[in-house]
């Protein structure tokens, strides 16, 4: 792991470059360590080659503020880091999106160009997010899918300034809308395609229950502690409404299944819970 000591105002940052980071896009890597390195007092700049070296970075950060340049995976495997180092309290985390896979970081508020979240990095404000804690203590930060849908690349076009304020309703409409478009899938619910019958539980109270198919699930972290939760049941023939919930503590069990943790697919699993955490971590964002 290679690290670089540069200097230039009051903040003392530690940067952790991704390698997949690098390897997609070294321009925009480049850019965004020049603009923390001119903007900040004093920047040391790591270049971990793994999962281990990345880490080994951050746990190593002393009084430095860390940022990672990453795209989603990086974002996540960092607070997951923290979280498990019951460190997320103290630590606020900063993020320049680079890579392919940046839905999550657009749908949390921080721009996805270089030089603006470099920027953002020096001049926004902390802001503490819920995170969603399943019971084998995984982390989520944006939302969970079942059955998984595919991630996009990007994040959506448009989105930035209004995102910080309620996140997970872009989230889960976005959730939504590519469940809906996938609604031919239907027909092979019970084939093995994915989950067909599966009980809901939101605060110990069942929202469906493995009698009735459904097409989709969603959990997100809402606003106030709660999680929000839409499952689509399959239609019948007539168009089926979606089911909503809010509660502190969800727990989805039924058939093996599979489910997607922001750009992660986890399973085969019979249940899992999902526990909010109010303001659980923390990330720099325009101010």
Not at 55 to 65: D, I, N, P, Q
């Amino acid at each position: 792991m290679a690290e670089v000591a540069t200097s230039a105002t009051p903040d003392q940052l530690l940067v952790v470059i991704d390698p997949v980071a690098r390897r997609t896009d070294g321009e925009s890597v480049r850019i965004a360590k020049d603009v923390l390195s001119a903007g900040a007092a004093s920047t040391k700049v790591c270049l971990p080659e793994g999962p281990e070296e990345f880490a080994r970075a951050l746990r190593r950060r002393g009084s430095r503020r860390p940022v990672v340049i990453g795209d989603d995976r990086a974002l996540v495997r960092a607070v997951a880091l923290l979280h498990r180092h019951r460190e997320l309290a103290e630590c606020a985390l900063s993020v320049v999106p680079v890579g392919r896979v940046l839905g999550l970081a657009g749908s949390l508020g921080l721009p996805t160009g270089a030089v603006a979240a470099a920027r953002a990095v020096l001049d926004g404000a902390e802001r503490r997010l819920d995170l969603l804690v399943d019971d084998s203590d995984g982390v989520v930060l944006g939302a969970v899918g079942i059955p998984p849908v595919p991630v996009r690349d990007g994040g959506p076009p448009g989105e930035g300034a209004g995102a910080p304020i309620r996140p997970w309703l872009r989230t889960c409409q976005s959730l939504v809308r590519t469940l809906a478009a996938s609604r031919p899938a239907r027909a092979t619910a019970g084939t093995g395609a994915g989950p067909a019958r599966l009980r809901v539980e939101v605060d110990g109270v069942t929202l469906v229950d493995l009698g009735q198919p459904v097409e989709g699930v969603s959990v997100t972290p809402g606003a106030d502690g709660l999680a929000e939760v839409v499952v689509r049941p399959v239609s019948l023939g007539a168009e089926a409404s979606s089911l909503t919930a809010t509660g502190h503590t969800v727990t989805v069990s039924g058939a093996h299944f599979r489910y997607r943790a922001d750009a992660e697919v986890s399973g085969p699993v019979r249940t899992r819970t999902w526990s909010v955490r109010e303001g659980a971590w923390g990330l720099t964002l325009p101010g």
